[in-house]
């Protein structure tokens, strides 16, 4: 069984860090484009992150030089570094797996999705 599993999240002040983390279980994460997204209250799911099983990656405008998304495959896990976090992060984040070859961070284009991870930053 496919399944995505999210952790790391939690609270944090502006300007801090946290790593989440995304593990994977029933198929190998290198196969997939995987991707990171995060949905506050009242606003629609949206894209943050993504790398593909090349290692390329993209990043909404709005993390850039912020965050970084790594995948550690030995551990079939891939991660989402935040710094400098700002009270408009906050949101729970999901990590979802795309076909081989999608480069876009368009939910539509994603077909599996973890629980996710709650991201509150507040001081």
């Known amino acids: 069984q496919l399944q995505l599993v999210e952790s790391g999240g939690g609270l944090v002040q502006p300007g801090g860090s946290l790593r989440l983390s995304c593990a994977a279980s029933?198929?190998?994460?290198?196969?997939?484009?995987i991707g990171w997204f995060r949905q506050a209250p009242g606003k629609e799911r949206e894209g943050v992150s993504c790398i593909t099983s090349s290692g390329m990656t993209n990043y909404v405008d709005s993390v850039k030089g912020r965050f970084t998304i790594a995948r550690d495959n030995a551990k079939n896990t891939v991660f989402l570094q935040m710094n400098s976090l700002k009270p408009e992060d906050m949101a729970v984040y999901y990590c979802?797996?795309?076909?081989?070859?999608?480069?876009?961070?368009?939910?539509?284009?994603?077909?599996?999705w973890g629980q996710g991870t709650q991201v509150t930053v507040s001081s």
């Open positions: 029933g198929f190998t994460l290198d196969d997939y484009t």
């Open positions: 979802a797996a795309a076909l081989r070859g999608v480069t876009s961070i368009d939910r539509r284009d994603y077909s599996y």
